[in-house]
């Protein structure tokens, strides 16, 4: 069996191609449709109530206004509120009643009904258009890598292929076999900007490989940092790849100009194509940007703008891309730009003091990072945050052939090696090996994930007053002899810090808030953890799992909230912590957690400033009360 990996590509004629988009198209709908019904009723969007439905299941009945109703059937609700909706979705309206087969549909039907809202309704229905198109891409790319199932298992399959060839990567592989994306939010494979074949070219989910343009930069017009005593972002570059530096001065001496003047940016050649060619004439007629004649081969990981290289021994970049996905343009501002390395060298500091922490957690560094810089502006397109990027340690440099760094949305994803859920897997694998049924099997292998993903994530928010969004993308759990061992974590972008907890590490005012990553609300830590750990990780992959098993929730939510309270006790018997950790304890067992809101946000622009819903806590419901003690 040949599975096609990122470094195999594949021919077919445009014609079945098409054919195949076409025949995902009507399943896209579907899928985009449900995941903005859910997000609405979670989100409470919108006003809803429950009623029974003709099959003596339940119906949810959305009302946008006094004169319609929109009937969804929904066959299953879960502990946070997800549910598994049925076909057909009603509206009755105008004595009329039809199905609602798309989101598009649904949202037309909303903005007769909020004409305030009626500019980003439009605006949210393109979004969610350009979505179902690519998810139907996804769709096909996957159909079209897959080759047939074999007999080992994906971890094992890993295993052999990182032992015998040097420049594979796991982490590279996974990332690029999900499909699904962002679990909570329909506009999950939003990518406006890019044309369906620029989607086919650049895109993770189609093994792509990108070359990446090095871009010489003059001083006199860019800034650049890096974490205390680390090399800079030209340094990392010109250091991971060698041929660089030859082709670099070679390229900046033949215009009789001096090397030691330039840095260098590196740039996604779509950005370079479409942004830097068009917003920086006047910067490239100069020469004080030039391009360097030479490419350096990256492949894109789940954000498509960050991209890891062939050698698990060089750096990862995050690139800067004028392409809307999910609710914002994926650019990389002045800001990320300093903060990413000063928020390295904190959690760093923190790890080396904190032995606990350092055994927990892998803070991957953004180690350095750059951006153009000048009094020149540009009405359409602000020209710092366009032109920018960070490098990042590779998550794979450390490991050793028994272990493998599994992105926390690859568990929820299929795997290619034996088509199942790779989750479902692990934990099939497990019931087998243990001699167990599925259900302990599933309640045994989550209390060894939540040990390996929530203890570090507590101690650094109840001890130092950080907050990571620890969320399935930007959460990497190594993986040892088929168990979790350690958690590695990745983008400081979506941090939150409570001043006063983290003062006696980092220097007041070094970090910037202009994204709003500094709070004097500890709350807002208990928030960002509720989101992200909760909602979005453990939530998905828990509902995964009760769906594809048919196994209890509560039983597994038992388990995280034993892990939760054995965390809590160990740093309540510490006088230091003893107050903090109450707080947060009282926060994380009261009723009720918190959700982000992501369509409110979108449909108020609030980008940078979080807004929450409350939602079931199921540490209560499933854990702390009610549960059954024995399987």
Known sequence: MTILSSHQPFQIMQTDMRKIIQEKLPISQKRILHKLVQAIVREEVLDYTWGKSTNDGKSLYIKPSHNIIIKVPIQHTYS???????????????????????????????????????????????????????????????????????SESTLDYLQKEQSSNASFSPLV????????????????????????NEVMVYAPEWGSKVDIIPLAIHKSISSFSKITGGSSMTDVLLKDHRYLEEAFKENITRLHLEPEEYDIIPVHPWQYEHTVKKHYRTELKQKLLIPIDTTIPYQPLISFRSLAPNNRMQHHIKTALNVQMTSAKRIVSPTSVWNGPVISDLLNTISKHDLEINNSINFLSESSGGHYQSNRKEAS????????????????????????????????????????????????????????????????????????????????????????????????????????????????????????????????????????????????????????????????????????????????????????????????????????????EQELFSTRTYLKSLIKMRLSDAITENMYVSAPNPLIQGGKENIIESL
């Open 381 to 584: 397109l602000n020209l710092e945050k366009n032109l920018s990027a960070l490098i990042r340690e590779n998550p794979e440099k450390n490991l050793t052939n028994e272990e493998i760094a599994v992105p926390g949305a690859a568990l929820i994803n299929t795997s290619p090696v034996t088509g199942k859920v790779l989750i479902v897997e692990l934990i099939e694998e497990w019931s087998m090996r243990k001699g167990i049924s599925k259900e302990s099997a599933a309640a045994d292998f989550i209390q060894e994930y939540a040990s390996t993903l929530i203890p570090g994530l507590i101690n650094l928010i109840v001890k130092y007053g950080i907050s990571l969004e620890a969320h399935l993308q930007n959460a990497l759990i190594i993986f040892e002899n088929g168990l979790p061992s350690k958690l590695s974590i990745r983008d400081n972008g979506g941090i939150r810090i409570l001043e006063e907890r983290s003062s006696a590490f980092i220097k007041k005012g070094k970090i910037s808030n202009e994204t709003n990553l500094l709070t004097s609300e500890p709350l807002d830590l208990y928030k960002m953890f509720s989101h992200a750990v909760i909602h979005n990780h453990l939530g998905e992959i828990i509902v995964r799992i009760a769906r594809e098993l048919k196994v209890s929730e509560a039983l597994q939510w038992r388990q995280v909230s034993d892990v939760i309270q054995f965390t809590l006790d160990d740093l309540k018997t510490r006088m230091l912590h003893k107050e903090h950790a109450d707080h947060f």
């Open 173 to 196: 592989f996974l990332e690029q076999w999900v499909i699904e994306g962002h679990t909570l939010h329909p506009c999950s494979k939003t990518r406006l900007g890019l044309s369906e």
């Open 80 to 150: 946070l509120g997800q549910m598994d909706i049925e076909d057909p979705i009603i509206i009755e309206k105008e004595n009329t009643v039809h199905p609602i087969d798309t989101p598009a549909q649904f949202i037309e039907e909303l903005i007769g009904t909020r004409s305030s809202e009626s500019g980003n309704l439009n605006q949210l229905k393109i979004e969610l258009e350009n979505s179902v198109i690519n998810d139907a891409l996804a769709l096909t790319a996957a159909k079209l890598r897959q080759g047939g199932n074999i």
